[in-house]
Protein backbone atom coordinates (compact mmCIF):
# COMPACT_ATOMS: atom_id res chain seq x y z
CA UNK A 1 0.00 0.00 0.00
CA UNK A 2 1.01 3.93 -0.71
CA UNK A 3 1.59 6.01 2.21
CA UNK A 4 0.59 9.76 1.39
CA UNK A 5 1.65 12.87 3.52
CA UNK A 6 -0.06 16.19 2.00
CA UNK A 7 1.54 19.49 3.14
CA UNK A 8 1.24 23.20 1.87
CA UNK A 9 -2.00 24.10 2.73
CA UNK A 10 -3.06 27.81 4.68
CA UNK A 11 -5.11 31.07 4.52
CA UNK A 12 -4.55 32.67 2.03
CA UNK A 13 -6.42 36.33 0.54
CA UNK A 14 -8.44 36.07 -2.90
CA UNK A 15 -6.09 36.12 -5.84
CA UNK A 16 -3.50 34.31 -4.01
CA UNK A 17 -1.83 31.76 -4.79
CA UNK A 18 -0.24 28.71 -2.53
CA UNK A 19 1.54 24.57 -3.45
CA UNK A 20 0.49 22.04 -1.89
CA UNK A 21 3.04 18.94 -2.25
CA UNK A 22 2.34 15.10 -1.54
CA UNK A 23 4.89 12.54 -0.75
CA UNK A 24 4.35 9.20 -1.04
CA UNK A 25 6.07 6.25 -0.06
CA UNK A 26 5.64 2.30 0.26
CA UNK A 27 4.41 0.74 -3.20
CA UNK A 28 4.57 3.16 -5.75
CA UNK A 29 5.44 1.40 -8.46
CA UNK A 30 2.41 0.19 -8.54
CA UNK A 31 0.57 3.74 -8.55
CA UNK A 32 -1.45 3.95 -11.90
CA UNK A 33 -3.30 7.78 -10.99
CA UNK A 34 -1.85 10.23 -8.54
CA UNK A 35 -4.54 13.17 -8.06
CA UNK A 36 -6.29 15.76 -5.99
CA UNK A 37 -9.75 15.72 -4.58
CA UNK A 38 -11.20 18.31 -1.64
CA UNK A 39 -14.14 18.60 0.06
CA UNK A 40 -15.72 21.75 1.19
CA UNK A 41 -18.29 21.35 4.56
CA UNK A 42 -21.76 20.01 3.52
CA UNK A 43 -20.59 19.40 0.29
CA UNK A 44 -19.71 16.28 -1.38
CA UNK A 45 -15.71 15.08 -2.31
CA UNK A 46 -14.88 16.48 -5.80
CA UNK A 47 -11.81 15.64 -7.52
CA UNK A 48 -9.50 18.63 -8.46
CA UNK A 49 -6.89 17.33 -11.21
CA UNK A 50 -5.40 14.27 -12.06
CA UNK A 51 -2.17 12.50 -13.53
CA UNK A 52 -1.67 9.63 -14.44
CA UNK A 53 2.17 7.63 -15.14
CA UNK A 54 2.00 8.65 -19.24
CA UNK A 55 1.70 12.04 -18.27
CA UNK A 56 -2.44 12.39 -19.44
CA UNK A 57 -3.73 15.25 -16.91
CA UNK A 58 -6.94 15.95 -16.03
CA UNK A 59 -8.70 18.98 -14.40
CA UNK A 60 -12.13 19.91 -12.88
CA UNK A 61 -13.98 22.75 -15.06
CA UNK A 62 -13.53 24.87 -12.11
CA UNK A 63 -9.87 25.09 -11.43
CA UNK A 64 -8.72 25.35 -15.30
CA UNK A 65 -6.40 27.53 -16.18
CA UNK A 66 -5.50 28.29 -12.54
CA UNK A 67 -4.48 25.25 -10.60
CA UNK A 68 -1.19 23.23 -12.22
CA UNK A 69 -1.03 19.14 -11.31
CA UNK A 70 2.48 17.96 -11.47
CA UNK A 71 4.74 15.22 -9.90
CA UNK A 72 8.18 14.20 -9.35
CA UNK A 73 8.85 10.74 -9.55
CA UNK A 74 12.42 11.36 -8.38
CA UNK A 75 11.08 12.24 -5.28
CA UNK A 76 7.84 10.62 -5.36
CA UNK A 77 5.95 13.73 -4.54
CA UNK A 78 2.85 15.65 -6.51
CA UNK A 79 2.34 19.10 -6.55
CA UNK A 80 -0.74 21.34 -7.23
CA UNK A 81 0.06 24.85 -7.96
CA UNK A 82 -3.17 27.12 -7.18
CA UNK A 83 -3.35 30.64 -8.77
CA UNK A 84 -6.08 33.05 -8.99
CA UNK A 85 -7.17 31.49 -5.44
CA UNK A 86 -11.31 32.08 -5.02
CA UNK A 87 -13.13 31.66 -1.79
CA UNK A 88 -15.04 29.23 -3.47
CA UNK A 89 -11.78 27.09 -3.41
CA UNK A 90 -11.83 26.71 0.14
CA UNK A 91 -11.66 23.07 1.66
CA UNK A 92 -10.26 20.24 3.13
CA UNK A 93 -7.80 19.20 -0.03
CA UNK A 94 -6.54 15.91 -0.10
CA UNK A 95 -4.09 13.57 -2.27
CA UNK A 96 -5.40 10.47 -3.47
CA UNK A 97 -3.29 7.40 -5.57
CA UNK A 98 -4.76 4.15 -7.19
CA UNK A 99 -2.65 1.47 -7.98
CA UNK A 100 -2.97 -0.74 -11.48
CA UNK A 101 -5.46 -3.03 -8.91
CA UNK A 102 -7.44 -0.50 -8.39
CA UNK A 103 -6.71 0.27 -4.84
CA UNK A 104 -7.15 3.54 -3.93
CA UNK A 105 -5.06 5.18 -0.80
CA UNK A 106 -6.02 8.91 0.79
CA UNK A 107 -3.64 11.34 2.86
CA UNK A 108 -4.92 13.11 6.02
CA UNK A 109 -5.75 15.96 4.25
CA UNK A 110 -5.16 19.82 4.13
CA UNK A 111 -7.04 23.01 4.91
CA UNK A 112 -6.65 25.44 2.18
CA UNK A 113 -8.69 28.42 3.19
CA UNK A 114 -9.39 31.84 0.66
CA UNK A 115 -10.44 34.50 2.95
CA UNK A 116 -9.58 38.55 3.32
Known amino acids: QVQLVESGGGLVQPGGSLRLSCAASGSIFRVYVMGWYRQAPGKQREMVAT???????KYADSVKGRFTIARDNAKNTMYLQMNSLKPEDTAVYYCNVVEYSAINSWGQGTQVTVSS
Open 51 to 57: ITTDGIL
